[in-house]
């Protein structure tokens, strides 16, 4: 089966551009998370979808946003980009949310 | 404030050399704790997930175990292929489906 996949692996923006990160869950998972991962430091939480639905956020700027599809993919947004947003950013699926989370690859994101 | 904090940050292990590895948690409310490892540039990969004091899990040469106050994963002769960043996350009462995670040990495990 695959696991959760991410597009693309690695990107790079410059400061004020935005951007779009793409996750494909876990086939019949309905829960998806996304995390961000500066170097040395492990993952902070972002957001939580479940059924389309944000069931969490996570202590970032308005700059971040994200969306759940009808077939449970996820898209996370970053406007105004900034070069403190340099991170990798990691997408986890689960089946309900509140199971354990597979976490996909990681798109790598340097802003210059 | 919720906290998740991994002693040490870094290990350097001769093959066969067994350690262990802290998760030190002050949380209103446990709901579950996971043990993820991960190697550099990747996401993690899910090892155990424990939910109550007492209970300990066991895969291959790591052994996780669970208190009220901490985990421990206990790596048992380890091989240069358990070279990895080894992360603890806490999900609370209050925060369902949210990974509080620690920092991460770094382990070095050399022929």
């Known amino acids: 089966d695959a696991g959760v996949t991410q597009s693309p692996t690695h990107l790079i923006k410059t400061r004020g551009q935005h951007v779009t990160l793409r996750c494909s869950p876990i086939s019949g998972h309905k829960s998806v998370s996304w995390y961000q991962q500066v170097l040395g430091q492990g993952p902070q939480f972002i957001f939580q979808?479940?059924?389309?639905?944000?069931?969490g956020r996570g202590n970032f700027p308005d700059r971040f946003s994200a969306r759940q599809f009808p077939n449970y993919s996820s898209e996370l947004n970053v406007n105004a980009l900034l070069l403190g947003d340099s991170a990798l950013y990691l997408c986890?699926?689960?089946?309900?949310?509140?199971?354990?989370?597979?976490f996909g690859p990681g798109t790598r994101l340097l802003v210059l | 404030e919720d906290q998740v904090t991994q002693s040490p940050e870094a290990l350097r292990l001769q093959e066969g050399e067994s350690s262990s590895l802290n998760c030190s948690y002050t949380v209103s409310g446990l709901r579950g704790l996971f043990w993820y490892r991960q190697d550099p540039g990747k996401g993690p990969e899910f090892l155990f997930t424990?939910?109550?004091a007492g209970e300990e899990k066991e895969k291959e040469r790591l052994k996780a175990t669970l208190t009220k106050k901490e985990s421990f994963l206990h790596i048992t002769a380890p091989k240069p292929e358990d070279s990895a960043t080894y992360l603890c996350a806490v999900e609370t009462t209050d925060s369902w489906g949210k990974l509080q995670f620690g920092a991460g040990t770094q382990v070095v495990v050399t022929p």
């Open positions: 979808y479940y059924e389309k639905e944000e069931r």
């Open positions: 986890a699926s689960s089946l309900d949310g509140g199971e354990t989370q597979y």
């Open positions: 424990l939910y109550s």
